[in-house]
C-alpha cells in the first residue's frame, strides 16, 4: 500500500517524530510511505531510511495555500497513492480537496483539542478519523458530530528499541541532586508558571535537586519566555532551574531523570512524552487532566495532580523523589503500560488496520428520487455498482414511499427515505436531510435522478466524491461530472455514463424486482378466487397514467374494444392494472358481465403490482411506470407511446413490442397535448393493431 502523511513541518515534536516512526515502520513492511511538508530538521531521518519527502509550503495560513491543491492531486495520481493521511489543519484541507479529485482515500488523525470553527471542522472529513485518546474520540463525536463508527482510537506509540530501560536507578540512593524533567513546548498551557511555583515549594522541603525544562517558545510567545526566565530570577532558582530549548537526545535526557513532570492546564490531547518516561523507567507526575488519563492510573503507575493546583504538584513531587521504593513501583508498572499498549508497533499494526478498512470499506450513497419507472430503470445500476464494489456499504436515497419496492434488493446495504410530496419547508428539510446523510459518512455519491436538488444534498452531506450529470444550477457541486448529455441513450445506459466513471467496466441492462412473499400469497389468493389459474393466458391493461402526464393515457374506449375482441377470440384473462383514479375508467368494462375480467384498480400496493405483472404473459401499457415493473418480469410488453421517444423510456430487454405513430409533433414531452386533434398520437394506434401485437405475444398470430 501506498501511503502519503502530510502535516506542516518535520521539527522535533510528538506529532513530527510519530510521522517519521510511522513512515519507517511502513517502509519495513513492505509499504510504501511518503511524507509531504515544508520540511525541517527531521527530512534527514526519513532521507536515511530511503522515505521521499515531497516539501511544499503546506504550513502556511493562506488562502494562497489552495493553490498546492492541483499539485497535491497530481502527486497523489503520480505516485498512485492509496491513502493520504492528514495530521494538522491546513495541510487536511489542502488533502481533502485533492483526494477529491482523485482515487485516494482522506484520512485524518487528530492531535489536539480543536476549536469548533469551521476552519476545524476537516480534521473529522476523513473517511476514518483517527483519535489518540478517548477524551479527543468523545470531543470529535460531541462537537464535530462524527459517527462513531468512522473513529479508531490509535494511541501514540514509541519504539522501545530507542529507549533503555533503567530502572534500577531507584535502587541505591541518588549520588548527587536528583533531577527534574518538563518536556513541551514553551507555552502557556503546558503550564510552566505553575511548574515553577511547585518547584519553589518544593525547593523549601527539598533543596538538593535540579530541574530542567526542555522545549522552544514559538516567536510569538517570546515574551511568555522570557516572563518564565524572570520568574526563575525573582524566586531565586536560577541555581536549579534550567531551560534547555529543543533537544534532540529526549531518551538519553529521561533516562538520567528521577521524575517527568507534565503540568498541562488545559486537557492533553494525549501526553506522547509520558510513554516516553514510561519507556525509559521514569517515573512521572501529571496534571488529572484529557488524554493523560489514558495513559496514567492514579496510585497504580504514576501519580496525579489538579491542573493549575501547584502546591499540589509540590506534594506528589516531593512524594515521587523521597519514596524511590514507590517511583520504582510506577515505573514498573508503566513500562508494562507501554509495552502492551503504546509500543510502536502496536500504533502502526492500528494504523495499518486504519488503511486497509478505508481502502475495503467504501461507503457510497446512490440517488433515486424519482417515481416508479425511474426507480425500476435504476436497478441495473445497483447490480453494476455492487460487482464492482463488492464489500461497499451502498445506501439509496429514494421517495419514502418508494422503500417496499426495493426493501429485497440484495445491492443494497441500506434504504433512506425522504417524502417528496411536502411541500412547505422544502430548504429546511434538505438541509436536515443533508445533514443525516452526513452523519452516515459516505464516501462517494452516485447520483442518478441528476437535478438541482440531488447536486445540492450529496454536497450539504460533504460526500467527498460526487459522480453525476452536471445539469442545473448545481451542477458545478459535483467532483466528477458527466458533460454531455447523449439524447440518443436509454435509461440505463445514460445511468451507465455515470457509473463507469467510478470504475465500473462492464454494461448490463437486466431489470429485476423481488416480490414480498406476503404480497405475493395476497395475490395468489386474488387470482385463485378469479378463476385464475397458472395454466390461463393472463393480459394486463394499464388503464391510465401519471395526472401529470394525461397525454400518455390511451383512449379508455379502445381498451374496452381490445378486451371484447380477446374474450371473444381466445381463452383468456385479462386484469386490469391502475390507481384510485383510474376506477371510473375500470368501470366502463363492466367486469360483472364478464367473470373473465379481474378489476384491480386501486386495489394493490406497490409490492401487490409486482406479484400481478409476475403473474401476466402479456401487459399492455403506456409510458408509465407498470411497464418498466414488466420489463422486469417475464411478462411480455405491448407498448403504447404518445408524447415521449421510445429510445429514450423503453425497458430494456427482448422480445418487447412498442406501438409509435411519428405524427409531426411527436415526441413534444408535454403533459398537455397542443394539437388540435387531441391525442392524435395515441388515437393513431388502432385496436386491431394492439390487437394483432398481444396475438403475437401470445404465440396466438397466425
Avoid at 501529571?286 to 496514567?296: F, N
Wanted: proline share 5%; aromatic share 8%.
Amino acid at each position: 500500500m501506498k501511503i502519503a502523511q502530510i502535516l506542516p513541518q518535520l521539527n522535533v515534536g510528538g506529532v513530527e517524530t510519530g510521522t517519521v516512526d510511522l513512515a519507517k515502520a511502513l517502509a519495513k513492511r513492505g509499504d510504501q510511505p511518503y511524507v509531504i511538508s515544508n520540511g525541517g530538521t527531521l527530512v534527514e531521518e526519513l532521507v536515511k531510511a530511503g522515505i521521499p519527502h515531497l516539501k511544499l509550503p503546506v504550513h502556511k495560513k493562506s488562502i494562497a495555500s489552495l493553490s498546492l491543491v492541483r499539485e497535491i492531486a497530481d502527486f497523489l495520481e503520480r505516485e498512485h497513492i492509496d491513502v493520504i493521511h492528514a495530521r494538522s489543519r491546513v495541510p487536511a484541507w489542502l488533502a481533502y480537496l485533492a483526494a477529491r479529485r482523485t482515487h485516494c482515500d482522506f484520512v485524518t488523525t487528530c492531535h489536539g483539542y480543536y476549536s469548533k470553527h469551521f476552519f476545524s471542522r476537516v480534521m473529522g472529513w476523513g473517511k476514518r478519523v483517527i483519535v489518540i485518546s478517548h477524551s479527543i474520540g468523545r470531543r470529535m463525536i460531541d462537537d464535530f458530530g462524527v459517527s462513531p463508527d468512522r473513529l479508531a482510537l490509535v494511541h501514540r506509540g514509541v519504539d522501545l528499541n530507542r529507549y533503555v530501560f533503567a530502572p534500577g536507578k531507584y535502587d541505591q540512593p541518588k549520588n548527587g541532586p536528583l533531577q527534574i524533567i518538563n518536556v513541551g513546548r514553551i507555552t502557556p498551557i503546558k503550564g510552566h508558571q505553575e511548574f515553577i511555583r511547585a518547584v519553589h515549594l518544593l525547593s523549601k522541603r527539598l533543596p538538593n535537586f535540579e530541574v530542567s525544562i526542555v522545549g522552544s517558545a514559538d516567536q510569538d510567545k517570546a515574551s511568555y519566555f522570557r516572563d518564565l526566565k524572570s520568574m526563575v530570577e525573582r524566586l531565586g532558582l536560577a541555581s536549579q532551574v534550567k531551560f534547555l530549548g529543543t533537544r534532540r537526545d529526549i531518551p538519553e535526557l529521561l533516562k538520567a531523570a528521577d521524575l517527568l513532570v507534565l503540568s498541562s492546564k488545559i486537557p492533553e490531547a494525549f501526553g506522547r512524552v509520558l510513554i516516553e518516561a514510561g519507556a525509559s523507567g521514569t517515573a512521572v507526575a501529571a496534571s488529572r487532566i484529557g488524554g493523560i488519563l489514558d495513559i496514567i492510573d492514579e496510585n497504580k503507575n504514576g501519580l496525579l495532580f489538579s491542573p493549575e493546583n501547584f502546591e499540589e504538584m509540590a506534594v506528589v513531587m516531593e512524594r515521587l523523589l523521597r519514596e524511590r521504593s514507590l517511583a520504582k513501583k510506577f515505573a514498573l508498572a508503566l513500562r508494562q503500560k507501554v509495552e502492551q499498549e503504546f509500543s510502536l508497533d502496536q500504533m502502526v499494526e492500528k494504523t495499518c488496520r486504519v488503511y486497509e478498512d478505508a481502502r475495503r470499506q467504501t461507503r457510497i450513497l446512490m440517488t433515486k428520487l424519482g417515481a416508479v419507472g425511474d426507480l425500476v430503470l435504476a436497478v441495473p445500476s445497483f447490480r453494476m455498482v455492487r460487482k464492482r464494489f463488492p464489500d461497499a456499504h451502498i445506501a439509496l436515497l429514494v421517495d419514502s414511499k418508494l422503500i417496499p419496492l426495493v426493501q429485497h434488493c440484495p445491492y443494497l446495504d441500506e434504504v433512506v427515505g425522504f417524502d417528496r410530496s411536502k411541500r412547505s419547508g422544502q430548504w429546511e428539510r434538505l438541509f436536515k436531510l443533508g445533514r443525516r446523510l452526513r452523519a452516515r459518512g459516505f464516501d462517494l455519491s452516485v447520483d442518478l435522478q441528476n437535478n438541482w436538488k440531488t447536486h445540492l444534498l450529496s454536497f450539504l452531506a460533504r460526500i467527498p466524491k460526487r459522480y453525476g450529470y452536471k445539469r442545473g444550477g448545481c451542477g458545478f457541486l459535483l467532483t466528477h461530472p458527466v458533460l454531455v448529455w447523449d439524447g440518443t441513450l436509454g435509461p440505463v445506459e445514460h445511468q451507465f455514463q455515470v457509473i463507469k466513471r467510478t470504475g465500473v467496466m462492464h454494461f448490463e441492462d437486466r431489470l429485476e424486482l423481488w416480490a414480498d412473499p406476503k404480497a405475493d400469497r395476497d395475490i395468489s389468493v386474488k387470482f385463485q378466487e378469479a378463476g385464475i389459474s397458472p395454466s390461463h393466458q393472463v393480459i394486463g391493461f394499464v388503464l391510465g397514467a401519471s395526472p401529470n402526464w394525461p397525454t400518455k393515457q390511451w383512449p379508455a374506449e379502445r381498451f374496452v374494444a381490445l378486451a371484447g375482441k380477446l374474450l371473444e377470440k381466445h381463452d383468456c384473462y385479462i386484469v386490469l392494472i391502475g390507481t384510485e383514479d383510474h376506477r371510473k375508467l375500470a368501470a366502463l368494462f363492466n367486469p360483472q358481465r364478464s367473470k373473465r375480467i379481474l378489476d384491480l384498480t386501486g386495489k394493490t400496493s406497490l409490492t401487490e403490482l409486482v406479484s400481478v405483472i409476475n403473474r401476466l404473459n402479456v401487459l399492455v401499457a403506456g409510458d408509465t411506470a407498470p411497464l418498466h415493473m414488466a420489463g422486469a418480469s417475464k411478462a411480455k410488453v405491448v407498448a403504447l407511446f404518445g408524447p415521449t421517444e421510445p429510445k429514450r423510456h423503453m425497458p430494456p430487454g427482448n422480445g418487447h413490442l412498442t406501438l409509435v405513430k411519428r405524427i409531426p409533433c411527436q415526441p413534444c414531452y408535454r403533459g398537455v397535448c397542443t394539437n388540435p386533434e387531441k391525442l392524435l398520437c395515441l388515437r393513431e394506434i388502432s385496436v386491431d393493431e394492439v390487437f394483432t401485437s398481444v396475438e403475437k405475444q401470445l404465440g396466438l398470430a397466425k
